[in-house]
């Protein structure tokens, strides 16, 4: 029987949860956060080939440092590499509005965040 994929990235930047979730044996489960994309990789996008969990992954439309339009590159590397298909979810939001001690903290996008990552997790961590 294969292990549960084990939750990695979230509240971290993905440059970290990526390259570990390609690399794994079971997968990890990409949780990258408001302020986590294509616009915070040095170097490019690691490679995905490896990825055996779901990405879910939560991102500010008005985060000037990660545009919108580069998810696009992030998920068609994820989906061309391995057979997950992510979920981006954008929110009407700045960079890193799930933290409550900046001043972009964004109540409603953090609630509906939190509230499709919940149900998210209890779905594939059993």
Same mark, same amino acid.
Do not use: C
């Given at each position: ?20 979730? @390609? ?6 489960? $990409? ?13 490019g996008l690691p490679g995905f080939s490896g990825l055996k969990a779901e990405v ?15 998810? @696009?590159?992030?998920? =068609?590397?994820?989906?061309? #590499?391995?057979?997950?298909?992510? @979920? ?17 903290? @964004?109540? =409603?996008? $953090? ?11 209890? =779905? #594939?961590?059993?």
């Open positions: 029987m294969s292990e549960p994929p084990q939750p990695t990235g979230f509240l971290s930047r993905q440059n970290v949860t990526f390259p570990s979730a @390609d690399t794994t044996a079971h997968g990890y489960l $990409a949780l990258p956060p408001s302020g986590s994309g294509p616009g915070v990789i040095r170097g879910l992954g939560h991102y500010g439309e008005l985060d000037e440092s990660i545009p919108v339009e580069s998810l @696009d590159r992030l998920r =068609e590397a994820i989906e061309e #590499q391995s057979d997950i298909t992510p @979920d981006p979810r954008v929110h009407p939001a700045y960079h890193a509005f799930f933290n409550d001690s900046r001043p972009v903290y @964004d109540a =409603e996008s $953090a609630t509906r965040a939190w509230e499709s990552t919940v149900p998210f997790l209890k =779905e #594939q961590v059993r």
